[in-house]
């Protein structure tokens, strides 16, 4: 008698041990699905092109988030400073009406590593880039130029960096 109670206390025992690692198995199964799903999510694929550079800072636009409208240009603006390892993405909006555009947000990334160091929201001032002679709206000026004049060419791959590239 005092036998049996003991098998049956011991499967007992074995049975929870198993429904816990089951629960802990599924737990833990569910988080990794979570931050896979997060992480897919979170990076998408970029297709750089180059458009210019000044003073040791290239310029290229992920040719994927382009969008023309009529009065209206939005893109992905990266500037690489290989001095520095470090490489920003600006999402850009154009006012063409207006002759001006506008940093809505700023990623930025370990050059090297292409891991994400910080990130914000925060939209930029409003800067013109018409009759510019020098600098950075300079250069914005040959982006848009670009982005208006851009067309997905499978067989056209010049200027193309980073077919491809995973990021945050």
């Known amino acids: 008698m005092i036998t049996n109670n003991m098998i049956n206390c011991?499967?007992?025992a074995v049975a929870t041990v198993a429904m816990a690692f089951l629960l802990m198995g599924s737990i833990f199964g569910a988080a990794e699905l979570l931050s896979t799903t997060s992480t897919a999510e979170a990076t998408h694929r970029v297709d750089r092109h180059f458009v210019d550079?000044?003073?040791?800072?290239?310029?290229?636009?992920?040719?994927?988030t382009i969008n023309v409208w009529d009065n209206e240009v939005t893109a992905?603006?990266?500037m690489v400073k290989a001095l520095y390892n470090s490489m920003y993405c600006y999402g850009v909006v154009y006012n063409l009406e207006n002759q001006s555009y506008q940093y809505t947000y700023t990623k930025?990334?370990?050059?090297?590593?292409?891991?994400?160091?910080s990130?914000?929201?925060?939209?930029?001032?409003?800067?013109?880039?018409?009759?510019?002679?020098?600098?950075?709206?300079?250069?914005?000026?040959?982006?848009?130029?670009?982005?208006?004049?851009?067309?997905?060419?499978?067989n056209n791959i010049m200027n193309n960096t980073?077919?491809?590239?995973?990021l945050d």
């Open 10 to 12: 011991f499967k007992g």
């Open 53 to 64: 550079s000044l003073d040791g800072t290239g310029y290229y636009v992920d040719v994927n």
């Open 76 to 78: 992905d603006v990266y």
């Open 108 to 117: 930025i990334y370990q050059y090297d590593t292409r891991k994400l160091t």
């Open 119 to 154: 990130y914000s929201e925060v939209p930029s001032l409003v800067y013109g880039y018409s009759n510019a002679a020098i600098g950075n709206n300079m250069i914005m000026e040959e982006v848009l130029r670009f982005c208006q004049n851009y067309r997905p060419d499978p």
């Open 162 to 166: 980073d077919v491809g590239e995973l």
